[in-house]
DNA sequence: CAGCATCCCAGTGGATACTG
DNA sequence: CAGTATCCACTGGGATGCTG
């Protein structure tokens, strides 16, 4: 007998074909949070362990301490970072991966890959399209 | 003797330990592309063959041309999309994924696993998150 | 059919200054 | 230290109308 097909994760050409090209599904909302500017830097920073504020500050040197606040909210919202206050004078705030945010990590680093690996042939395609275009 | 670690692809840590987080690196490019509303959307589409600008518009019910053609336009200068045009009357045009947009669609997939996987995680994070703002 | 041109709005993100 | 508050510029992206 055939499983019943909603019950398993959606493979990306079943997703497509299923509807789930609009805002209701999932991949949207998850691509809208990884498109975002600083989202997977962070993500991927406090993958190397727990920091502090002002260490992901330093660890992410061109974000603005307005993007870096909002950025580690929604990650917090969204369940993928815990924020740890500790109550000392002055306070430290400990920002970590919650074990959705660690399992997101090794999707995260396929897709890191892939960059690494076609980011020359890319350069090369865009140079080739931009000569076409003179 | 230890390879020298530049010449194999990076892991996520080794990224941005070696200052990969600004706008020098291949993630930050991918990231980008793969953050936009579209892109995405549209590769998995002609992941499932070869498809007509029309087709396409079907497909993708709520895209604007305007932003068809510009993330097709996009995608082809990177080297993912391939566009054929047959000079019939009136004019066909014919878009395809290349083999490097082809090596794309696995870690999408990877990611698109995720993404159904931890949807209901993360929608119950923002509830929670939400609700204590009350 | 497969676009390009134009206008316009909303959201994203940067700079700066101030606070518990 | 770890934020909040304001203001502002840029651009992504939608709507509409025209063309080879």
Redesign the interface.
Known sequence: MNMPAARR?????E???AGF??DNC??R????R???KWS??IV??L??GPCRFSALKR????ISQRMLTQTLRDL?????VARAVFPTVPPSVEYSLTP?GL?????????????????D??R???A???AEGV
């Open positions: 994760p959606l493979t990306v050409p997703a497509v074909a090209s609009l999932p991949i909302d998850v691509l809208n990884i498109g975002d997977m830097l991927v920073t993958g190397a660890a992410l040197p061109d917090q919202r969204d369940g993928l959705l399992s997101l990590l090794p999707p995260l680093a396929v897709l890191v890959e892939w960059a690494n690996a076609s980011h042939a890319i090369v395609a865009r080739g399209y931009d």
